[in-house]
């Protein structure tokens, strides 16, 4: 069963560029998950569907990110325009219901300069 | 008060030891918990996952969980250095839908 794939892997930029991650889940996996993690901190959920609802966008900085889940599959994360304090492994999970089991992927670090 | 609680450590076990880390959650509608395994510079791996109160044992892991003290446990037999990672407690389904802690830096040594 292939995993949770991320894309880009790393990714530089200038301050109030504009930036975007995707991500495909696990095949069949309804919820997925965006998170933001800073070194040396647990990640922070971003985002949270389920099919391609929104069920948690409550700690997402709705000024500058946005995010999509267009077919209830795969997701796009975009940041615009980035700041400084952007600069963060963004990683993306997915599991079969809310509060189930959750498999990341391999994370998109992000370097704002 | 931090939702999810962790020791950052470094938590430091001598080889073959039993490694025990704990993480204190502040909300009581909580009804899973997690345990990752992040090496650095990769993305967390699921350990175990725990839902009602008591143990649950898989291999050399074992994950405790008591809702009325809301704490939560992970130990780890026969330490090994491969298992040297930052241990990420999560709490999902209150009201605070789902929280990582901060991790513990665990370190084994050979």
């Known amino acids: 069963e292939a995993g949770v794939a991320q894309s880009p892997r790393y990714k530089i930029i200038e301050k109030r560029q504009s930036v975007a991650f995707w991500c495909n889940p696990i095949s069949g996996h309804a919820t997925l998950y965006w998170y933001q993690q800073i070194l040396g901190q647990g990640p922070k959920l971003l985002i949270q569907?389920?099919?391609?609802?929104?069920?948690?966008d409550s700690q997402l900085p709705k000024d500058r990110f946005s995010a999509e889940r267009l077919k209830g599959v795969d997701s796009t994360l975009k940041i615009q325009p980035a700041k400084l304090e952007d600069s963060a492994v963004y990683l993306c999970?997915?599991?079969?219901?809310?509060?189930?089991?959750?498999?990341f992927g391999p994370g998109t670090r992000l370097t704002v300069t | 008060q931090k939702e999810v609680e962790q020791n950052s450590g470094p938590l430091s076990v001598p080889e073959g030891a039993i490694a025990s880390l704990n993480c204190t959650y502040s909300d009581r509608g909580s009804q899973s918990f997690f345990w990752y395994r992040q090496y650095s510079g990769k993305s967390p791996e699921l350990i175990m996952s725990?839902?009602?109160?008591g143990d649950k044992e898989d291999g050399r892991f074992t994950a405790q969980l008591n809702k009325a003290s809301q704490y939560v446990s992970l130990l780890i037999r026969d330490s090994q250095p491969s298992d040297s990672a930052t241990y990420l407690c999560?709490?999902?389904?209150?009201?605070?839908?789902?929280?990582f802690g901060q991790g513990t830096r665990l370190t084994i040594n050979p």
């Open positions: 569907f389920q099919n391609n609802g929104v069920v948690d």
């Open positions: 725990i839902y009602s109160n």
């Open positions: 999970a997915s599991s079969a219901r809310p509060f189930y089991e959750q498999y």
């Open positions: 999560a709490a999902a389904g209150g009201a605070q839908k789902l929280v």
